[in-house]
Structures are given as C-alpha cells and as structure tokens.
C-alpha cells in the first residue's frame, strides 16, 4: 500500500512539474506534454524500479525559433546494491510532422545503479532545434535499456510523444492532435536490423 502512494505521488509530481517547470527561463508561446506513462522494471534478485515518463515540446515560436523537447523521468525502488541496469539510456527528440530535426542521449545508467532511491526528483533529458517553420512541433523519445543478469540484452521502451504545437498568426498557442504511436513495452532491439 505504500509503495502505490508513493507511486501515485510520483505521477503527481511528474503531472505538476510539467505544468510549471519550463528548460530555461523566458517566454515559451507554445508548450505541450504527453500524459504521464509508467513502467515497472522487473530486476532478477533485485527490488523492482517503477518509472514514471513524460514527453514535452516547447517552442517560443517564430520569433526565437527554439524548439526544445524534453523526457523528464522519476523512478522509485529499494536499493540492495549491486548493480540495476548494464544500459539505461533516455533518448529525447524534436520532430516535425514525424521527422527528426533534434537528437539527444542521456545516460543515466549509472545514477540508477548508484542512487538508492530519488523518489519525488525528476531528471530531464532535452534535445533542441531552432527553426522558423511553424506547426506539426512534437516532442519524442525512448528509453533503451537493459537489465542487469536477465541475459535478455537490450530492450526499448518507445514513449508516447507529444500533441503537436503550432503559433496561430495572432501569436496565440494552438494544439493539433498527436499522431505519435502508442507506447511499446518490452520490444527487444532486433539484432538484424
């Protein structure tokens, strides 16, 4: 019972702080934020690591031209030491109507196998793109990952990405539905590809 508050907490947090947490400072004209996506990563003698996951786009439009998409994560899990993850690497991109225009890794494998527990922190992985063009602004990501001694190799969580943001020509924020594709859980990398 506890662990599903704490885990419910989480998810409000991960839902508040994309709310009110921006990249940097100044005037976004357009912003917009997948729903919150969980995951719980089965360790082999191990506690379980639940992760929570967000996509997020923020433009100031065709005046800065800076686009900017961000994967926030918060996870929580008792920690026995010894090590969690061989991989975990969170991929955050700015695309346009489905083409990437900004790529970016973060590597936090070795913050999951030395923290013991960041329950309530958010870590944000930002990929950035400045353009003039206008609408179709989503933000994506993934995370690769693989789990230490499951002998199963890598695998990917593919993340729901943003609505789509545009500038109306009065400068006002607009929003188009999503064409992003669902998430995908536990699809292992194929090793022919």
Do not use: H
């Not at 508050?5 to 940097?24: C, D, K, N, Y």
């Not at 933000?139 to 890598?154: E, F, S």
């Amino acid at each position: 019972m506890a662990r599903t508050i704490a885990r419910i907490a989480a998810i409000g947090t991960l839902f508040i702080a994309s709310l009110t947490i921006t990249p940097t400072t100044g005037a976004w004209a357009a912003s917009a934020c997948s729903s919150p996506q969980e995951k719980t990563f089965s360790l082999p003698g191990k506690p379980d690591v639940w992760v929570g996951a967000e996509m997020c786009i923020y433009t100031r439009g065709t005046g800065n031209n800076q686009k900017t998409g961000m994967l926030s994560i918060n996870w929580s899990g008792s920690f026995l030491g010894g090590k969690r993850f061989d991989k975990f690497i969170a991929e955050a991109r700015v695309e346009r109507n489905d083409i990437i225009y900004g790529n970016e890794q973060c590597d936090w494998t070795s913050d999951l196998n030395s923290i013991s527990d960041s329950e309530g922190v958010m870590w944000d992985c930002y990929a950035y793109y400045s353009s003039s063009l206008n609408g179709g602004w989503t933000a994506d990501g993934r995370i690769i990952y693989n789990i230490n001694n499951d002998g199963k190799g890598d695998y990917v969580w593919n993340l729901t990405g943003s609505p789509r943001v545009a500038i109306a020509p009065d400068g006002t924020e607009t929003l188009e539905p999503s064409a992003e594709a669902p998430s995908v859980e536990e699809a292992p990398d194929d090793p022919t590809s």
